[in-house]
């Protein structure tokens, strides 16, 4: 069974961390949620708390398969300034480990360089934050080798299904998104 650890800090945006947990979960994926604070508990963007999995000492990071940032600010930024986090996907990159990102998120990417000279994408306010990255406005999730990056809240169903069939594959992601009457592009 694959294993992704998905990052949360405080002021992290809620959609975009628990749509990934639970589409990766209905694929069978082991998804542990991880707070970069001192407490379990980490209270999102608009105020919804969250009870995490494990704190980020606890983390076996190089077991992991999948390592994703959700996006929401302050979230984001406290994502960036956490020195131990930032260590671990400096490596996961360098051992081409799958990283995603969303929202502002990837700007976390942006700062360490590991979108240069990849296709990328932000939430569009944080498009400055993603320098050298060849940046993709018009698609909403976008893949280029193991780095996935999406847009936005609006786009956490897409990022989830994505991240779902490559580490589960094409049917099983299809399976999970017919399971949950996930009905892209139609009114």
């Known amino acids: 069974m694959s294993l992704a650890y998905l990052f949360l800090a405080e002021g992290f945006e809620e959609i975009e961390a628990l ?3 639970d589409v990766l979960r209905r694929a069978g ?4 949620t991880v707070s970069v604070g001192q407490d379990l508990l980490v209270t999102g963007r608009s105020g919804i ?3 995490a999995d494990l704190l980020f ?7 992991a398969d999948l390592l994703i940032l959700p996006g929401g600010m302050p979230g984001t930024r406290n994502l960036a300034e956490h020195k131990g986090l930032t260590e671990v996907l400096l490596k996961a990159d360098r051992e081409k480990k799958l990283i995603a990102a969303i929202c502002a998120a990837p700007t976390v990417l942006g700062g360490l360089h590991i979108t240069d000279g990849r296709r990328a994408t932000s939430y569009p306010g944080t498009k400055g934050g993603m320098k050298g990255c060849i940046y993709v406005e018009d698609e909403a999730v976008v893949t280029d080798g193991h780095i996935v990056t999406s847009r936005g809240a609006g786009t956490a169903m897409e990022f989830s299904l994505k991240l779902a069939e490559l580490l589960a594959g094409p049917d099983k992601s299809a399976e999970v998104a017919r399971g949950i009457v996930w009905m892209a592009g139609r009114a």
Do not use: F, G, L, M
């Open 29 to 32: 994926i082991d998804v542990r």
């Open 19 to 21: 749509t990934p947990v």
């Open 49 to 51: 708390c969250v009870r």
């Open 57 to 63: 000492e606890e983390c076996d990071a190089d077991s």
